[in-house]
Every structure is written in structure tokens, then in C-alpha cells.
């Protein structure tokens, strides 16, 4: 089990510049998440992925937000024309199903965008 | 949104103390869940404690629920220096998967 991979840890941009993030779950994980987090505050599910499908958005997911998971396997995040109140942690998350409701997820490092 | 609240925000207590967080959250829940994250980290599950169950435990935490008042407890004893870190509480929204929504956390410091 090699956990969950994000990369860059780190990004820095300046305002109206695209910015991609990469998420790679764990092998067997089926189920992507991706979640945003500010300072002080707890993550926000953003999308998630069951396979290659996307299954839901949040509101919080602008037009300028657009993410993939081709093949069921990695899965990215770009955000286009970046603004400094998308300034935030980036969380990827994978999770296998166990049972009706009870799944725990499993987190990346993040990757932490800093728009300037 | 936020479902839960942590209370209290911040809290800093010396090794060997016990250290109490508390959350409440909103809706109807089947399961509860608390993970740790390091600073500037990702979030690290701890404990899952289901809607039918009042307590759980797992080495030095001890898990709470009462659907009731829709609250939860998370207790870590014998605190560590190395237990520093935001602790948030996390419920299940939405239908078909389990998207979780998270508390606004609680950030322990715990001195040597």
C-alpha cells in the first residue's frame, strides 16, 4: 500500500495563469475524491470520481474548475484563469468500498496553491 | 458547509494529560468519523464509530456518539507530544457514496 501521491506539493501562480494538480490513488481504490481546504478551516468536497465517472460536483467547483480521471486510475485537477481566493490546500482522497456507509478515506499530502 | 463544529478551537494541555475534543453536527448520520492532520499535511483516519454503537475505543482514544444530541466525543489519554495536531470529525452526506463533510476541527498542542 503506497498511499495516496499528490503532485507538486506546492504550487505558485501568478493570478489568470492555469495550474494542473495530479492525484495517484491507491491501486485498488476505486472511489476519487477531491477536496479543498483553507486556513483554519476543515476540507470541502469539491468532485468525486467512482471509477471514471464523475459522479458529483460541488457548487464550489466553478467553470474555471475542471477535473478528469481517465482510465479509473490517476486523476487530475486544473483550474483555469486562477484567482487569489482560489489560494488553498488541495486534497486528493481514495477509498475502496467495504460496506453500505462505512468507508474511511484515505488522504494525500495535498498540494498547496498560492496564487499571487 | 460544515456539518460539525469542533469545540473547543484550540486546545493546549502538557504530556500525560487527557485531552477532550467535542463535535456536534446537523443531520442524521450511520456513521461518524474522526481523522488528525498534521500541519500541513493530509488527514489521517483515526476512528469510525457507527450510529448504533455509544463507544469505541483504539489504543489510547476513546470515541463517543450520541445521536441524540447529535454529539461526539474523542478522548486521547496519556497525550504525546507528538498527538500536536488539527483533529476534525466527519459525517457522511449525500446518497450512493460516502462523501464526507468535515467540522471546522480542533487544534491540540500538546507540550513536552
Known amino acids: 500500500d503506497t498511499g495516496v501521491s499528490q503532485d507538486p506539493r506546492h504550487k505558485i501562480t501568478k493570478r489568470g495563469q492555469n495550474v494542473t494538480f495530479r492525484c495517484d490513488p491507491i491501486s485498488e481504490h476505486n472511489r476519487l475524491y477531491w477536496y479543498r481546504q483553507t486556513l483554519g478551516q476543515g476540507p470541502e468536497f469539491l468532485t468525486y470520481?467512482?471509477?471514471?465517472?464523475?459522479?458529483?460536483k460541488s457548487r464550489l467547483l466553478s467553470d474555471r474548475f475542471s477535473a478528469e480521471r481517465p482510465k479509473g486510475s490517476f486523476s487530475t485537477l486544473e483550474i483555469q484563469r486562477t484567482e487569489q481566493g482560489d489560494s488553498a490546500m488541495y486534497l486528493c482522497?481514495?477509498?475502496?468500498?467495504?460496506?453500505?456507509?462505512?468507508?474511511?478515506?484515505?488522504f494525500g499530502s495535498g498540494t498547496q496553491l498560492s496564487v499571487l | 458547509s460544515q456539518q460539525g463544529e469542533e469545540d473547543p478551537q484550540a486546545l493546549s494541555i502538557q504530556e500525560g494529560e487527557n485531552a477532550t475534543m467535542n463535535c456536534s453536527y446537523k443531520t442524521s448520520i450511520n456513521n461518524l468519523q474522526w481523522y488528525r492532520q498534521n500541519s500541513g499535511r493530509g488527514l489521517v483516519h483515526l476512528i469510525l464509530?457507527?450510529?448504533?454503537?455509544r463507544e469505541k475505543h483504539s489504543g489510547r482514544l476513546r470515541v463517543t456518539l450520541d445521536t441524540s444530541k447529535k454529539s461526539s466525543s474523542l478522548l486521547i489519554t496519556a497525550s504525546r507530544a507528538a498527538d500536536t495536531a488539527s483533529y476534525f470529525c466527519a459525517t457522511p452526506s449525500g446518497t450512493g457514496f460516502q462523501k464526507l463533510v468535515f467540522g471546522t476541527g480542533t487544534r491540540l498542542l500538546v507540550s513536552p
Open positions: 464509530i457507527r450510529s448504533n454503537e
Open positions: 482522497a481514495s477509498s475502496t468500498r467495504r460496506g453500505q456507509g462505512n468507508e474511511k478515506l484515505f
Open positions: 470520481f467512482q471509477n471514471e465517472a464523475q459522479l458529483e
